[in-house]
């Protein structure tokens, strides 16, 4: 799959508009991850050296109430990432507090050779989710080439990431192209054996990517949510853990006696989902009706541990228990730290995922680190993928 990238284009003097994707976390407004500003850095680097005049656009969570339609413009402003960009790309940002109107366009007129234009949430307008075309032929009239160094939203017919591309010259981003180049390989030239490790929620995608990759691997490693997902539905009691209901059907499609599938065999259970809950470690099968399943137990770690040892690649997707609370992350930090040691090509995807590696000092150690988490299952289960197949058409 071969994606036009921004090198191939001419863009001095010219205003390139670059979809991003910052909807990094915050809390109590700091920003606590800014692994997604920093990873498309050499690109904005690369547009700046060659006397682009850069204009950055992207979405920050979900401001606009679904019961109200009201927009909440002060904790969504993309203000205060616009000064984390300027720190991290070490390069003046200026900020405009719309994304489209008079405003923006005089603030894009102004733009000079090599300096950089933030604009302000996509998401302020219903328009950008609905991929509504005049909606995205504004945001085109602000340049004169299109980038899309976004493939964490590249799953979804947005107009800043499919619609725009019918108004502009429009390439793959630098860090989007490599994404698409491994994982594509991941998934039709893996090196043998082959694990796949999934665990958290989105079960629904990640039983499609199970079963597109279910002949070609050689072993399933399943935690969390899904996990819970599998054990109810083999019969095994799960007390009162959570399971999506809607994705019954699909585990029919599946064998689940299959050797290479690998279940939880010891879990840690506590009444409630705290800090400060009680917590014990249960054989699979002896969880009590009152109890929920937040993590996986000593001996299943050292289970995974061992399968994925023995492999040559590793593709890995979302924590293997509730790994937001320290008391139910043991499972998903140890077995980071297993397969950071290991010697296989490994691919991890997923916020909660790239945190726990951020957290342990082990980024470094993957060999590939996705910024997509719903985008990376999706590309690997086969389903569109709207913002990519724009840019093959082009």
């Not at 054990?231 to 050797?259: E, Q």
Request: hydrophobic share 45%.
């Amino acid at each position: 799959m071969r994606l036009r990238t921004i090198d191939k284009a001419d863009v001095r003097n010219k205003k390139v508009l670059v979809r991003v994707d910052f909807n990094v976390f915050v809390e109590d407004g700091k920003i606590e991850d800014d692994f997604r500003i920093r990873r498309v850095v050499p690109t904005l680097k690369y547009l700046v050296k060659n006397k682009a005049k850069v204009i950055v656009m992207a979405h920050f969570a979900r401001p606009i109430d679904e019961k109200t339609g009201a927009i909440d413009k002060v904790n969504f402003s993309m203000k205060n990432i616009a000064r984390r960009l300027a720190k991290d790309i070490g390069h003046k940002v200026v900020f405009v507090s719309d994304c489209v109107g008079e405003k923006v366009q005089r603030a894009s007129i102004k733009l000079k050779s090599g300096e950089i234009l933030m604009l302000e949430n996509l998401r302020f307008h219903p328009e950008e989710e609905k991929n509504d075309e005049v909606f995205a032929s504004r945001l085109a009239s602000l340049a004169d080439i299109y980038v899309n160094e976004a493939f964490s939203v590249s799953h979804r017919a947005h107009a800043s990431v499919s619609a725009i591309t019918r108004f502009l010259p429009s390439y793959a981003g630098f860090v989007l192209a490599e994404e698409v180049k491994i994982l594509h390989h991941t998934y039709h030239k893996p090196k043998l054996p082959l694990v796949i490790v999934m665990g958290g929620a989105k079960v629904e995608t990640k039983l499609k990517l199970i079963q597109r990759f279910f002949d070609k691997s050689d072993d399933i490693l399943l935690g969390g949510l899904i996990a819970n997902q599998v054990l109810k539905a083999k019969g095994v009691g799960i007390g009162k853990s959570k399971i999506d209901p809607t994705v019954s059907v699909t585990l029919k499609d599946l064998d689940w006696t299959s050797p290479k599938l690998h279940l939880p065999v010891d879990v840690v259970v506590a009444k409630e989902i705290s800090p400060d809950a009680w917590v014990k470690r249960v054989g699979v099968g002896k969880v009590e009706d009152d109890e929920l399943i937040l993590d996986i137990g000593a001996d299943t770690v050292e289970l995974f541990s061992s399968v994925a040892g023995k492999a040559k690649t590793i593709i890995w997707n979302g924590p293997l228990g509730y790994s937001e609370l320290p008391n139910f992350a043991v499972g998903t930090d140890s077995f980071a730290k297993a397969i950071a040691r290991g010697k296989a090509f490994r691919v991890v995807g997923g916020g909660e995922s790239i945190a726990a590696l951020d957290k342990l000092g082990l980024y470094d150690k993957i060999d590939f680190v996705s910024t997509g988490g719903g985008a990376m299952l999706e590309f690997l289960a086969g389903e569109p993928m709207p913002g990519i197949e724009a840019l093959i058409r082009k």
